[in-house]
């Protein structure tokens, strides 16, 4: 068992270092361009993005709970006086 753990780790840490040996040159083949659009995304503040989510979010859920509540309320109005779902 302890091996096979040991293997496990091996292969591990071989993807990780793999993975990110990948990761850094492909980030120094970046161009200049590049390089000042990553600083650009980077310094930017994304909170009016996640409040826009939020408001979009929101005014869905308002609606769809609307809908739900008038179909509720119109088939509790519907079936009102039909006498066989009265007990």
């Given at each position: 068992?302890?091996?096979?753990?040991?293997?496990?780790?091996?292969?591990?840490?071989?993807?990780k270092?793999?993975?990110?040996n990948?990761?850094?040159?492909?980030?120094?083949?970046?161009t200049?361009?590049?390089?000042?659009?990553?600083?650009?995304?980077?310094?930017?503040?994304?909170?009016?993005?996640?409040?826009?989510?939020?408001?979009?979010?929101?005014?869905?859920?308002?609606?769809?709970?609307?809908?739900?509540?008038?179909?509720?309320?119109?088939?509790?109005?519907?079936?009102?006086?039909?006498?066989y779902?009265?007990?």
């Amino acid at each position: 068992m302890t091996k096979l753990q040991n293997f496990t780790w091996a292969v591990e840490d071989i993807f990780k270092e793999t993975f990110l040996n990948y990761m850094n040159s492909w980030r120094r083949n970046m161009t200049e361009a590049a390089d000042k659009l990553q600083a650009e995304v980077a310094a930017e503040n994304f909170d009016y993005v996640i409040l826009y989510l939020m408001v979009m979010i929101g005014m869905f859920s308002f609606i769809i709970v609307a809908i739900l509540v008038s179909t509720v309320k119109s088939k509790r109005r519907e079936h009102s006086n039909d006498p066989y779902h009265q007990y």
